[in-house]
Structures are given as structure tokens and as C-alpha cells.
């Protein structure tokens, strides 16, 4: 066994550890609108905010399929821990895309949490030595708990033109509004952050057009097998999240059956009832498909970061399209056994409620929507082209 392979196995353990401890908590983490202090030191002592961290660094620096793996299965505790992991986890390989210096400031400990809010909803100005930040920007998910903040914003050219650059920031430079007040993914305190004409050094900006190629001259490259397309990877991160949680929504629903009747009729035994074991099978299956598209996927970025390529602008397409649809399989399973876990189910003191609303609320998001998907996706399939940035 190699050595990533003994420290995937090694975080994969202690995170399998954990989920107990963390499904606990979710209750907690869903009222307070932010993950519990607990089950940031849990992953910490895990080594998952080491998972993206360049080795040269004291990182793991472990491939695609490990990172998702150890992902999926932090869901399986905490939908709204895994998703705030899979901000800092993608963000914090993005740091791989900074100068050398950048990139020294910010891995220095080995072990980082980096958010990101990647509309550009600010300003940066040029000045001497680099730029004047100012902006706002929502859905920040795991800004309480990170160490920087990567944003996005435009630059106006003498030219009258305008340029997406990423601004990496400190944390603490930064404020964040008390302003995340929903009903799905309450935990992940994706809240607003801003910045008032804060001065970003030169080092710390790279523009769009960097950040979806080949990152920054003159940085020291990644290890092989680690240049992996922006978007591709954070979609493939992403959908570790919601195959987490529909597993976990299937087990719990599972512990509560033994003993369940049916309200209403003479059923004494839930399981016995023809329907439920039709509505799980069913349930069981689109998760095991939707794992077998996410698999699919991650294996073939892997195989192209290996060889050191990028991947085709068709097989962007299809990663986009197949993520999609692995979210439309484990949303429509969560569903599927909602309708058949009774109102008892609907307590907030059960988690099965949280998985399906945390599920239902992050099908929402705009990358991750599975109707976006599709359609970018489908346009390319049918010859056209697919009129996103996004692949």
C-alpha cells in the first residue's frame, strides 16, 4: 500500500468515526444557523482540511476519488459539515492556482480553511502593489469557520472593459452579516461577507481567465496528478454532499422501521407493506446509481489529471450532466421515502428531516442544479455549443 493510500485510509477512518458524533450535533448545528465548534475539531483531527494541501506543505495532497470519498462520508453525519467542507477542501486546492508566494501564506500551516463566493459581486481597483477591494458577497458557505475567503470581483479597464480577477483575502479582514436565515442547509452559515476598500496585494489576485487555465506564471506546479479542471472539480466535490446524505437519510429511515405500523389500518409492521419495500428498493437503487455516475466521473478526471490533460470541452459537458442527474436520482430516492416515513418523521429532533430538507435546499444551487446541468449538458450532446464558462 502506498502512502496516499494509507493516509486516505487513515482520514476515511477517522471520519467514518465521527459520523456518529456529528449526525448528534445536527439538530444543534441547524438552530444555531453554523456547524458546532465540535465538528470542525472533529474533521481538523481527521485531516481533512489537509486533504488539497500541496505535500511541499505538510499536506496530504490526495488524488480526486479519496477527497470525494472522505466527503460522502462526512455527509452521511452532517449534510451542512460536508458542504462547508467541500467549500474549504475546492477553494483551498484553488490556492494551488496563486504565485508561489500566495501559496506559501496560506498552506504554511498544512492544514487551511478557505471559502469562496465566486459572483462577482465586487469592485477591485488598481493601485500601487496591487488592488482597493470593495464588495458584498452572499452565500459564503463556511465563512464563519474560515481561515480566507476567496472572492470574486470585476476590474474596470481605462478601455471601459471589465475583468473577473479572485481576490484572496484574510478572513479577519472581512465582515459577516448575520443574514443566513433559511430552511434547508441552516448549518452552513453561508452567510454575506464584505469588504470596504481593503487593500489585496498583487500576489493574492489572479484573474478569471488564470484561474480556468493554468493558473499563475511561474508557480510552482502542483504534483502530478493534481491539475485538474476547475469547475470538474468542484462539481465532482460538490456531489459528494448530496450522495452522503441520501445514504444517510436511507439508513436512519431504515433504524426506525422495525416495529413502525401503519396509522390508520391494520398494518402492524411497516415492512411488511408491499409499498415500502417497493419505495426503498427503488430508494436503494437510485443511490447506488447515482454513486455509480459520480464514480464514473471522478475516475475519468483522475485519469486525465494523471496524464497530465485536461479534459475534453464534451466531457466537461457530460461531468456537468452526469453530476446532474446523480442529484436528481438521490433527491428524487429522498423524497421517494419521505412520503412513506410518516409524520413522526417530521420531527426536528430526527435527522431523516434534516437530510431531506438539506437535500432539497442544495438542489437549488445554481452550478448544481440538475436542470442547469442537463441543459448544458444537452446542448452539447445535440451539436450546439454549450454557452457557459461554467465547464
Known amino acids: 500500500m502506498g502512502e496516499h493510500d494509507e493516509s486516505a485510509r487513515a482520514v476515511l477512518e477517522a471520519v467514518r468515526d465521527s459520523v456518529p458524533q456529528l449526525r448528534e450535533n445536527g439538530l444543534e448545528a441547524d438552530e444555531r444557523r453554523w456547524i458546532p465548534e465540535q465538528n470542525i475539531d472533529l474533521l481538523e483531527k481527521a485531516g481533512v482540511f489537509s486533504l488539497a494541501v500541496p505535500r511541499r506543505f ?87 469557520g474560515a481561515h480566507w475567503d476567496l472572492l470574486a470581483a470585476l476590474v474596470e479597464h481605462p478601455d471601459g472593459s471589465e475583468e473577473e ?77 448530496y450522495i452522503g446524505m441520501a445514504k444517510a437519510a436511507l439508513e436512519v429511515f431504515l433504524e426506525r422501521l422495525p416495529g413502525r405500523g401503519l396509522a390508520y389500518t391494520s398494518w402492524t409492521d411497516q415492512r411488511q407493506h408491499p409499498l415500502t419495500q417497493h419505495r426503498v428498493a427503488l430508494a436503494a437503487n437510485k443511490i447506488t446509481a447515482a454513486e455509480t455516475l459520480s464514480a464514473s466521473f471522478v475516475e475519468l478526471l483522475q485519469r486525465r489529471a494523471d496524464a497530465g490533460e485536461q479534459p475534453t470541452i464534451e466531457e466537461r459537458a457530460t461531468v456537468r450532466g452526469q453530476a446532474g442527474t446523480a442529484i436528481q436520482l438521490v433527491k428524487e430516492a429522498v423524497q421517494d421515502l419521505q412520503t412513506i416515513a410518516g409524520a413522526s418523521a417530521l420531527s426536528k429532533y430526527l435527522p431523516f428531516q434534516r437530510y431531506y430538507r438539506d437535500l432539497l435546499a442544495l438542489s437549488t444551487h445554481g452550478l448544481m442544479s440538475p436542470d442547469m446541468s442537463l441543459e448544458v449538458h444537452g446542448r452539447v450532446l445535440v451539436g450546439l455549443d454549450p454557452e457557459t464558462p461554467f465547464l
Open 58 to 144: 505538510g499536506g496530504l495532497d490526495l488524488p480526486l476519488p479519496d477527497q470525494v470519498a472522505v466527503l460522502t462520508e462526512i455527509a452521511r453525519g452532517c449534510g451542512s459539515t460536508s458542504w462547508s467542507a467541500v467549500a474549504w477542501v475546492s477553494t483551498a486546492w484553488m490556492v494551488t492556482l496563486y504565485p508561489d508566494k500566495t501559496q506559501e501564506e496560506v498552506f504554511a500551516g498544512g492544514s487551511v480553511r478557505v471559502s469562496g463566493a465566486f459572483t462577482p459581486t465586487g469592485k477591485a481597483v488598481p493601485v500601487e502593489g496591487g488592488y482597493r477591494l470593495t464588495g458584498k458577497w452572499r452565500f459564503n458557505t463556511g465563512c464563519r
Open 165 to 241: 480577477v479572485f481576490a484572496l483575502v484574510p478572513m479577519s479582514d472581512l465582515t459577516i452579516a448575520d443574514d443566513w436565515h433559511v430552511t434547508g442547509a441552516s448549518g452552513t452559515g453561508s452567510s454575506t461577507t464584505s469588504a470596504e476598500d481593503l487593500f489585496v496585494p498583487a500576489h493574492r489576485v489572479i484573474s478569471g481567465e488564470v484561474a480556468l487555465t493554468d493558473g499563475a506564471p511561474g508557480r510552482t506546479p502542483t504534483a502530478k496528478g493534481r491539475e485538474y479542471s476547475l469547475i470538474t472539480y468542484v462539481v465532482a466535490e460538490s456531489v459528494a454532499t
